[in-house]
Each structure stands twice: as structure tokens, then as C-alpha cells.
């Protein structure tokens, strides 16, 4: 089993930046592969990034390369994601996801999950 408690999203103006936070803890075997994950209203929940804990290879999406950073603390065992240039399409509820491989953004590839933390932004 795994566990994730995501923290840091808030409201921030177009433009602006967030830290997002993942603390991890459980099976290590499960989560050879971590992930950022988003939905926003109505729409569907999407892959925003994912990271090989091994090696650290990460994968972007194509809407927020350039802007956002997944990245790792292996000793304070949490996922950040950096996320700069913030635009109103960014407004989201964000998930940080684990899985043992990495296999793109596919949703269905992870089980597990955190509760979400909300990204608002604003004009």
C-alpha cells in the first residue's frame, strides 16, 4: 500500500507560481513511478507529469512543459510540483498518484492516489 497527502495548492493570480507538495509513504515497489494528475470542472482528470523514481526521468504533457517541474526530496519522502507562468486554464484539483511502472499518463496505470488539493487561478 501507499499513501499520498498532497498539500500547497491556493489561489494565485495569472501569472503566478505554486509549489505543490506530495508526502509518500508505504511500499516502496509500488511506487517506482509517481505522478501529477488534474481535473478540472466538468472535464475529465488528466496526466500533468510523472517522474521514475530510479534514475528520475520525468514526462510532461504537452500544455505545461516549460512551466511546470515535477521533482523529488527522497530524504523528506515528497513529490513537488513547481509550477510557474500559472494561466486560468491551470485552475484545477491536482493528484499526486503512485504506481510501480511508469506507463505515460495513463490514469488507469495508477492505483494510488491522494485526496487532491485545489489550484485556483485567477485573472
Request: positive net charge; glycine residues 14%.
Amino acid at each position: 500500500q501507499v499513501q499520498l497527502v498532497e498539500s500547497g495548492g491556493g489561489s494565485v493570480q495569472a501569472g503566478g507560481s505554486l509549489r505543490l507538495s506530495c508526502a509518500v509513504s508505504g511500499n516502496q515497489y509500488s511506487r517506482g513511478c509517481m505522478g501529477w494528475f488534474r481535473q478540472a470542472p466538468g472535464k475529465e482528470r488528466e496526466g500533468v507529469a510523472t517522474l521514475h523514481t530510479v534514475g528520475a526521468r520525468t514526462y510532461y504533457t504537452n500544455s505545461v512543459k516549460g512551466r511546470f517541474t515535477i521533482s523529488k526530496d527522497d530524504a523528506k519522502n515528497i513529490l513537488y510540483l513547481q509550477m510557474n507562468s500559472l494561466g486560468l486554464e491551470d485552475t484545477a484539483m491536482y493528484y499526486c498518484a503512485a504506481a510501480s511502472i511508469c506507463s505515460g499518463l495513463t490514469l488507469g496505470a495508477f492505483p494510488y492516489w491522494g485526496q487532491g488539493t485545489q489550484v485556483t487561478v485567477s485573472s
